[in-house]
């Protein structure tokens, strides 16, 4: 019997190993988890984290009107940074007995939304009605409040490149609240505390007005009426309500003194 050549046996060889190299490449496995992680398959989205808390909200938010036995009751917050700083009802039940019980539930109603910072205050003796009212349309000026500040993510922050703007100064005079001084008057009081943005009167309230007999039915007829003038007018220089002259001047008067302290 021949033997093999041995340059054939060389031959051989070499053909086996090229193909054991052939099969072990064909055994890798297609995908590489560490390349497939490296290119970012899989991995959490980077700004997921990001603007986890909302923005405080400021401005003016009005609750929806709800309606009692003795009329409407409506609610308006002034809200800075995310907290209460002014409780006004915008409506309140009037005429007859209720003239009374709003001037004598309002004001504490409008306190204890401050104190409270939220809806969860006490109704006020003899007025179950209003109270109640109050309470439903603050709820809802709150929740209006809470959807503003989170729409207004970041609104602060934009625009920090270009200090001294003018719209940033705007922004930080924002629900600038002052109380003028106490106008003494011959039946009582008159005490004006208003809301300056941008130069101009945005709300206007009585935190002192005469009270007691007769001073109740004309402070809730002139009051609103003088708080509105106020806000349309820009400054003091409104008409005297008829009927309420004496409570119309001292309005004017404290009305004037708050202006001053806002710088005009």
């Keep these: 019997m021949r033997k093999s050549h041995p340059i054939r046996r060389v031959v051989l060889a070499g053909a086996a190993t090229v193909s054991g190299i052939v099969l ?3 055994l890798k ?3 590489d988890p560490g390349s497939a992680q490296a290119a970012g398959v899989g991995a959490p989205p980077a700004a997921s984290a990001q603007g986890g808390a909302q923005a405080a909200g400021s401005g003016t938010v009005t609750g929806e009107p709800a309606r009692t036995q003795y009329g409407a009751v409506q609610v308006r917050l002034t809200v800075s940074n995310g907290k209460i700083t002014r409780a006004e009802a915008v409506q309140a039940p009037k005429g007859g007995q209720s003239d009374q019980v709003t001037a004598n539930a309002v004001p504490k109603l409008n306190q204890a939304v401050v104190a409270a910072q939220g809806a969860d205050i006490d109704a006020v003796s003899g007025a179950t009605y ?3 009212g109050y309470k439903e349309s603050l709820q809802s000026a709150i929740d209006k409040a809470k959807a503003a500040g989170g729409s207004s993510q970041g609104s602060g922050s934009q625009g920090s490149g270009s200090e001294g703007s003018g719209s940033q100064g705007s922004g930080a005079a924002q629900a600038k609240t002052v109380t003028g001084s106490v106008a003494q008057t011959q039946y ?3 005490q004006v ?4 943005s941008g130069g101009k009167i945005t709300q206007a309230e009585t935190v002192q007005a005469p009270k007691g007999g007769q001073s109740d039915r004309i402070t809730a007829n002139a009051v609103p009426k ?3 003038a106020a806000v349309t007018a820009g400054s003091a220089d409104i008409d005297a309500v008829s009927g309420a002259t004496y409570t119309s001047a001292g309005y004017k008067e404290s009305l004037q003194s708050a ?3 806002a710088g005009g």
């Design 24 to 26: 072990l490449l064909s």
């Design 29 to 31: 496995p297609a995908s």
């Design 130 to 132: 209003t109270s109640a």
């Design 188 to 190: 009582g009081a008159v």
């Design 193 to 196: 505390r208003i809301t300056v």
């Design 226 to 228: 003088l708080n509105q």
């Design 259 to 261: 202006l001053d302290q």
